[in-house]
């Protein structure tokens, strides 16, 4: 229906529901991108590891293939002799005279091949066998040796050191065997991207070509052959594409968090800001109703008595009299709204200016007691003054502080039910003066006791429908106060009263030279 407006509660939930349907979406697309992107990573990462344990198992193979072929070049001397028919003793002549890194050439008869392993290699057999006694640690290795008929006659080979032949080799093998082979699978990684460890037993490193990065994708595989009891360890290096990517996923994983945090954050921020913007919407469309019954009662009121005395319906002195006060009583009240709206504003827009000058803080109370007197008295309160004779000099305007405690006394007289008495009372103190204002009232509970210096606020209380008002006048006494370098002090109890001190310092202080060199206030 046109004009119909939401209520607070319905507007609130449905800026929250509003703000869900952005956030939640924004939360759930962040968090499937991280899904996505560690379940890409961990795809890596499981190539990466399959890779390196294809990798491991090649250089193994490697080696054999390295140890192949340095025993094809050694023996092939003795090879060529035996297939013309030389006679064991040449053929034994030429083993030895090709030890070079081997030793202990040996010439192994047909009859005695029983006793060795076999390891085939690029489609040939390669002999072995463990020493012992004094040749314990190291392995026999050797090639078949075939006569004119093509017939195996026996075996030539020396011995080897298996862990002297790793470190020696492992450059070749890494560097030149593994990268020139055409059937090597390129992988993920290349070979030139990847640490190559060697291992003996339990753990022992004997060689190592550039250092791991990342050893959660290292694969360790065990050497066969003469080579048993060692193994290769393969790992990505700092700039292997493994590790590239780990890197990138852990940056884009952190950016994504950090913009689906904005996002919340941003979305909570906007949704408190609207409904707090809402909020105030709704308390200054409260002030303009409230300001305008506050605006419209004393006009009524002074518009009666004045028609009233114009048309002479006055039966005696007296009751003009009586009219005649209420129309001073009602433009004061009307003259103080007035100024309370105004200062509001121009506090707001920063414009308000203090004439800042030695101020009798005693002659200002006096003067706006006074002033107030007939209000309180008109209403039925009993006044208590507990002032000294004399008081500290302040520096402050002295418009805006009697503007402050007229604030104070109005508050007492609206929010006072049968206990109709107010109190003021000045005092010096450490380095300031201090006015208090003192009712009998409703109180104010701790929780809402910060609240009520905020401006266009009015509690919820028993007389809030009772009790006119625009919100502003405790928010302007807050203001003007700390302008001038001072404080308000609350001391309040539900039901029983409460007491507003204005604390100001004296003059020649330096909250009071402060106060004096800004004088323009709003902030």
């Known amino acids: 229906m046109p004009g119909t407006r939401l209520s607070p509660l319905i507007s609130r939930r449905l800026v929250t529901i509003i703000g869900l349907g952005v956030a939640l979406p924004a939360l759930v ?25 294809y990798m491991a198992l090649q250089v193994g193979e490697a080696f054999e293939q390295e140890l192949m072929s340095v025993l094809r070049r050694s023996i092939s001397r003795a090879e060529n002799l035996s297939r013309t028919g030389a006679d064991p003793v040449a053929v034994r002549a030429a083993i030895e005279s090709e030890t ?79 990268p020139a082979n055409p059937r090597l699978y390129g992988g993920f990684e290349s070979t030139r991207k990847l640490s190559v460890t060697l291992f003996a037993g339990f753990g022992q490193v004997l060689a190592q070509v550039r250092d791991p990065e990342n050893l959660r994708t290292a694969r360790t595989e065990p050497l066969a052959g ?43 921020f906007g949704l408190r800001y609207t409904i ?12 303009v109703s409230n300001v305008t019954h506050e605006l419209k009662t004393p006009i009524a009121l002074i518009r009666l008595a004045v028609e009233t005395l114009e048309l002479r319906r006055v039966g005696s002195p007296e009751e003009s009299e009586r009219f005649l006060r209420s129309i001073g009583r009602e433009t004061l009240r009307l003259q103080q ?3 309370n709206i105004l ?19 005693l002659a200002v109370v006096h003067e706006t007691v006074e002033s107030f007197r007939p209000r309180l008295e008109h209403q039925g309160f009993r006044l208590g003054l507990d002032l000294p004779p004399s008081l500290p000099a302040v520096r402050g305007d002295a418009a805006a502080l ?20 107010v109190g003021v009372a000045a005092e010096a103190r450490d380095g300031a003066v201090a006015i208090s204002v003192t009712d009998r009232g409703i109180g104010i509970a701790p929780g809402d006791q910060r609240r009520v210096f905020e401006k266009f606020v009015r509690l919820e209380t028993g007389l809030v429908h009772d009790v006119k008002g625009a919100g ?28 507003f001190t204005l604390v100001l310092p004296r003059a020649g202080g330096a909250e009071a030279s402060q106060a004096d060199s800004r004088q323009r206030t709003g902030s």
């Open 343 to 361: 200062d509001f504003a121009r506090l707001e827009a920063g414009q308000r200016m203090f004439r800042f000058e030695d101020v009798d803080l």
């Open 100 to 178: 070079g890194e081997f030793q202990g050439a040996s010439l192994v008869p047909l009859d005695e091949l029983d006793g060795f392993s076999l390891l085939i290699v690029e489609s040939q057999p390669l002999l072995f066998a463990p020493g012992e006694g004094d040749r314990r640690g190291q392995y026999f290795v050797g090639l078949l040796l075939r006569g004119p008929d093509g017939q195996v006659t026996g075996a030539g080979g020396w011995w080897m050191e298996p862990r002297a032949f790793l470190v020696r080799h492992l450059p070749a093998v890494t560097q030149d065997r593994l």
């Open 29 to 53: 697309l962040a968090g499937l991108g991280i899904y996505l992107t560690l379940r890409i990573a961990r795809a890596v990462e499981d190539e990466s590891a399959r890779y390196n344990s």
């Open 226 to 268: 003469p080579f048993e009891g060692c193994a290769v360890r393969v790992a990505a290096t700092s700039n292997a594409p493994a590790v590239w990517t780990t890197r990138f996923v852990s940056v884009e994983i952190t950016f994504i968090a950090l913009m689906g945090m904005a996002i919340v954050l941003a979305t909570a």
């Open 276 to 287: 707090r913007q809402l909020e105030l919407a709704q308390i200054k469309a409260g002030f």
């Open 337 to 339: 709204l007035v100024d």
């Open 402 to 421: 009697s503007h402050c405690l007229l604030n104070l006394l109005d508050n007492a007289l609206k929010y006072s039910r049968t206990l109709r008495e």
């Open 472 to 499: 502003l006048g405790l928010s302007l006494v807050d203001q003007i106060i700390r302008a001038h370098g001072g404080h308000v002090e609350l001391e309040s109890r539900p039901g029983e009263g409460s007491t």
